[in-house]
């Protein structure tokens, strides 16, 4: 190398991970983590979610070996399985006001005075 480079070089240590814009983004995505392993593990589905998946999957099968078409039975099975989401239950129905799609913009942010 004929110039010396100039290279950044930080002192490190443990003040940097609370000091420094780039852990912080770290810090944050963390906590999103663990908010929702906490939503998932106080808020998960009880048995009467399995429950209910099990006795859908019991009817496809009865279904499926009485005819060798799917019959009106095993499409209501089918249908009450997609209808257990975790949206609709109450965490989930918390969570999705956050998490949705934005509306509509009632005025351009452009035409703002500054």
Request: glycine share 6%; charged share 25%; net charge positive.
């Amino acid at each position: 190398m004929a110039d010396k480079e100039k290279i950044a070089v930080t002192e490190g240590g443990w003040r940097e991970l609370w000091s420094t814009e780039d852990y912080l983004a770290i810090w944050l995505g963390f906590a999103v983590i663990l908010f929702c392993i906490f939503g998932y593990l106080n808020y998960a589905p009880k048995a009467d979610f399995a429950k209910k998946i099990a006795e859908a999957n019991a009817i496809q099968t009865q279904e499926m070996e009485r005819s060798p078409f799917k019959t009106i039975a095993w499409y209501k099975a089918s249908d009450a399985k997609k209808k257990l989401q975790a949206k609709s239950s109450a965490f989930g129905k918390a969570i999705g006001h956050w998490t949705k799609k934005p509306g509509r913009w009632k005025t351009n942010p452009l035409d703002v005075a500054a």
